[in-house]
C-alpha cells in the first residue's frame, strides 16, 4: 500500500507501506533521536535495506531535513569499511536514506547486557571506530556524534564481528575541507551531541576538529572497559562541566593503572585538543601497540578469553590490534600489567603485616603472662 507524502514528519510510517515506489517496510529496527530505522525490502533488487526515515514529530522540521541532507551526502562520500554503506537517498517529496542492512546489535545493547567489556575487544572495536574516523578525517569530515547507539557490531556467519561507525547526521565538514560550504553553519555556537560523549570544546559550542572525535573515542575507550563513561551522573550541565574542567578519574581496574593502555586513555582525554594524539591514525597505532599477545608468551592466570575476533579494515591504515580466531585463547600482554616495582612494594606491605601481627601477639602474650 502506498500512502500518500509519508515521509515529511506528519504520517506515521507503518510495516507494509511502500517509500518513493520502491523500498517495502517490514519492521522497525532502530530509533534515534531523529529517525527510525525499518528493515525494508528494496522492490528493485529484492534484496533487504535499512531504511532510515524522519521520526513522525520532530521538534524543527527544517533542522532535521537538513540534517538528513547533510548525512547523505556526507556518508556518499565514506567507502571505508567500518562505515555503514550508502546504497541510495530522497531528499525530495518521500525524505530517506537506504543502508546496507546490518545484523547485530549497537555498542549500546552490547554494554547493556555485559556492562562492560573484555580489555581486548574493547581496544579492537576502538580501533575498528578510529579506521572509519581515519577516512571521515582525511576528508574534511568530523562525526560529532559518537556514542555506543552509533557504533553497531556486526555479528558475521562465520561467527566474527565487525564495527561500523553510523549516523553522520550531525557531522561537519572543517573548514579547510574540499566540499566545505558556510552556509551550512547554521548550529555553530550551540552544543550539539550528548553530554556524556562530548569533548570539553564541543561542550563548550566551540568550533570542532578532528580532535574532537578522537576524545570521544577515549570516552567509548573508557567505558567499554570500565563499565561508565568518566564524567556520567548528574544534569546534563553537570557533565558537560566536568568534561571542560574535571581531571580523567583514574581507571578502576588495579591491572590497568599506570599501564601504556591508561597512559593513552589519559593523553586522548586531555582538555586540550593539541595535547591529545595528532590524527586518528596516530592514535590508531598507538593503541595497535598495546595489543594482546598469543597465548605462551606469558603466565596462563592473566588470560581473557576473546568474545570476537575482528577483520583488519583497509590495508593503507595502520594495524589494528592482531586478534587471533575465536578459538583461540589471548592473554593481556606485558604491556597490560602493572609495573614490577608496584608487585614488590605489595610484598614488603604484606611482610610488614605479618611482623606487626607477631609483634601483638608477643605483646599479648607478655602482657597475660
Ligand atoms: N544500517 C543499519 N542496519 C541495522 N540497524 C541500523 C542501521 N542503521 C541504524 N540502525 C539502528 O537504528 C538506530 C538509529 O539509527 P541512527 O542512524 O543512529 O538514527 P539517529 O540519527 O536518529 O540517531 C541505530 O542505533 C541502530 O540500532
Ligand atoms: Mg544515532
Known amino acids: 500500500m502506498r500512502r500518500q507524502g509519508p515521509i515529511r514528519g506528519s504520517i506515521p510510517l507503518r510495516p507494509g507501506d511502500m517509500v518513493a515506489d520502491r523500498y517495502r517496510l517490514l519492521q522497525e529496527i532502530g530509533r534515534g533521536g531523529y529517525a527510525i530505522v525499518y528493515r525494508a525490502l528494496d522492490t528493485n533488487s529484492d534484496q533487504e535495506v535499512a531504511l532510515k526515515t524522519i521520526r513522525p514529530i520532530t521538534p524543527r522540521p527544517e533542522e532535521t531535513l537538513g540534517r538528513f541532507r547533510r548525512e547523505a551526502n556526507l556518508i556518499a562520500s565514506l567507502k571505508h569499511p567500518n562505515t555503514v554503506r550508502l546504497l541510495d537517498f530522497g531528499l525530495d517529496d518521500e525524505v530517506y536514506i537506504a543502508m546496507e542492512l546490518l545484523h547485530g546489535r549497537p555498542l549500546s545493547d552490547e554494554l547493556e547486557k555485559h556492562h562492560r567489556l573484555p580489555i581486548n575487544r574493547s581496544m579492537a572495536i576502538a580501533c575498528e571506530i578510529l579506521k572509519s574516523l581515519a577516512e571521515a578525517h582525511v576528508l574534511g569530515i568530523i562525526h560529532r556524534d559518537l ?27 572543517t573548514k579547510d575541507a574540499p566540499q566545505f560550504d558556510p552556509t551550512a553553519l547554521t548550529l555553530q555556537g550551540r552544543a550539539m551531541g550528548t553530554p556524556n560523549y562530548m569533548s570539553p570544546e564541543q561542550a563548550k559550542g566551540q568550533d570542532l576538529t578532528p580532535h574532537s572525535d578522537l ?4 570516552i567509548l575507550l573508557y567505558e567499554m572497559i ?18 571542560v574542567n574535571a581531571p580523567v578519574p583514574r581507571l578502576p581496574i588495579s591491572e590497568l593503572r599506570d599501564t601504556p593502555i591508561e ?3 589519559r593523553k586522548v582525554l586531555a582538555k586540550e585538543p593539541a595535547k591529545r594524539f595528532a590524527s586518528a591514525e596516530q592514535m590508531l597505532a598507538a593503541l595497535g601497540g598495546l595489543s594482546v599477545a598469543p597465548v605462551g608468551q606469558l603466565a596462563p592466570a592473566r588470560t581473557l578469553q576473546p568474545e570476537g575476533a575482528l577483520p583488519v579494515g583497509a590495508a593503507s591504515l595502520p594495524k589494528a590490534p592482531a586478534l587471533g580466531s575465536s578459538a583461540q585463547s589471548l592473554a593481556v600482554s606485558p604491556l597490560f600489567t ?7 612494594l605489595s610484598y614488603l606491605a604484606i611482610a610488614g603485616y605479618v611482623a606487626l601481627a607477631i609483634a601483638l601477639a608477643l ?3 607478655i602482657i597475660l603472662s
Open 147 to 173: 556514542k555506543p547507539e552509533n557504533v553497531f557490531l556486526v555479528a558475521n556467519p562465520d561467527g566474527t564481528e565487525s564495527i561500523k561507525v553510523l549516523d553522520f547526521g550531525i557531522a561537519k565538514l
Open 263 to 265: 597512559r593513552a586513555i
Open 338 to 344: 602493572r609495573p614490577v616495582r608496584s608487585r614488590w
Open 363 to 365: 605483646l599479648l602474650y
Open 215 to 218: 576524545y570521544t573515542v577515549g
Open 226 to 243: 570500565t563499565g561508565r563513561p568518566p564524567f556520567a551522573g548528574g544534569t546534563a550541565m553537570d557533565i558537560m562541566l566536568r568534561q
